[in-house]
T-cell receptor, first 111, second 113 residues
Framework: KQEVTQIPAALSVPEGENLVLNCSFT??????LQWFRQDPGKGLTSLLL?????REQTSGRLNASLDTSSGRSTLYIAASQPGDSATYLC??????????FGAGTRLTVKP | EAQVTQNPRYLITVTGKKLTVTCSQN?????MSWYRQDPGLGLRQIYY???????DKGDVPEGYKVSRKEKRNFPLILESPSPNQTSLYFC????????????FGPGTRLTVT
C-alpha cells in the first residue's frame, strides 16, 4: 500500500526566507505527483504537477523536484511571504487514478 | 471556466436524516472521486468512478453511496448520517488516463449532530 509522508508537519519562518518542504512515498511506480495548497477550511489549489518522467517543475517562486527512484519530492519556495502561509499537501497518483495524500506541512511565514 | 462544483458548501444535519451532496464538473472528465478530510488523518478516498455506471469503493466507503448516471455528475449519498461522518468532503475529477491533473471542488463542510 502506498504511504505518503510529509516532513516537517509544521514550519515557521520569517518573511523572505527560502524554504524546502519534503514529501516521500513508498511505492516508486507512480504516474505523477501533485503539490497542493490549502488555506484553513478551504479547498485545494493545485500548485504544480510533475509527471513521473520529469525531474522538476517551476511556477513563479515555486520549484518542485521529483526523484521516483528514491521516492522523494521537494517543494522549494523562494523569498517566502506572509501570503504563503497555508498547509501544503503532496499527493501521488498510481494506476486507476489512485491518488494518495500526505498529511501536509503547515507553513507560517511571519512578517 | 473549467471547474468542479459542489453543493451545498455547508450543511448541518441530524443523525439519520438522509442527505445528498452534489458534485458536477464541466470538463468532460471520465474519472470522478470523493474524499473526506479529517484532522490528523489527511484526505481519504471514499468512492471513485471511472466512467458512467462504473463506480468502486475507496478506502473508507462505509456509510456512503454514490451513483454515476451522467458523466458530469457524481453525487454522494449518506442514507443515515452519523456523527462520525462529520467532516470536510471534496469531489475531484480528471481525465482517465494516468498522468492527468486532478481538479478539486471547493469542499462541503458537513456536521452531523
Amino acid at each position: 500500500k502506498q504511504e505518503v509522508t510529509q516532513i516537517p508537519a509544521a514550519l515557521s519562518v520569517p518573511e523572505g526566507e527560502n524554504l524546502v518542504l519534503n514529501c516521500s512515498f513508498t511505492d516508486s511506480a507512480i504516474y505523477n505527483l501533485q503539490w497542493f495548497r490549502q488555506d484553513p477550511g478551504k479547498g485545494l489549489t493545485s500548485l504544480l504537477l510533475i509527471q513521473s518522467s520529469q525531474r522538476e517543475q517551476t511556477s513563479g517562486r515555486l520549484n518542485a523536484s521529483l526523484d521516483t527512484s528514491s521516492g522523494r519530492s521537494t517543494l522549494y519556495i523562494a523569498a517566502s511571504q506572509p501570503g504563503d502561509s497555508a498547509t501544503y499537501l503532496c499527493a501521488v497518483v498510481r494506476g486507476n487514478n489512485d491518488m494518495r495524500f500526505g498529511a501536509g506541512t503547515r507553513l507560517t511565514v511571519k512578517p | 471556466e473549467a471547474q468542479v462544483t459542489q453543493n451545498p458548501r455547508y450543511l448541518i444535519t441530524v443523525t439519520g436524516k438522509k442527505l445528498t451532496v452534489t458534485c458536477s464538473q464541466n470538463m468532460n472528465h471520465e474519472y470522478m472521486s470523493w474524499y473526506r478530510q479529517d484532522p490528523g488523518l489527511g484526505l481519504r478516498q471514499i468512492y471513485y468512478s471511472m466512467n458512467v455506471e462504473v463506480t468502486d469503493k475507496g478506502d473508507v466507503p462505509e456509510g456512503y453511496k454514490v451513483s454515476r448516471k451522467e458523466k458530469r455528475n457524481f453525487p454522494l449519498i449518506l442514507e443515515s448520517p452519523s456523527p462520525n461522518q462529520t467532516s470536510l468532503y471534496f469531489c475531484a475529477s480528471s481525465y482517465l488516463t494516468g498522468g492527468n491533473e486532478q481538479y478539486f471542488g471547493p469542499g462541503t463542510r458537513l456536521t452531523v449532530t
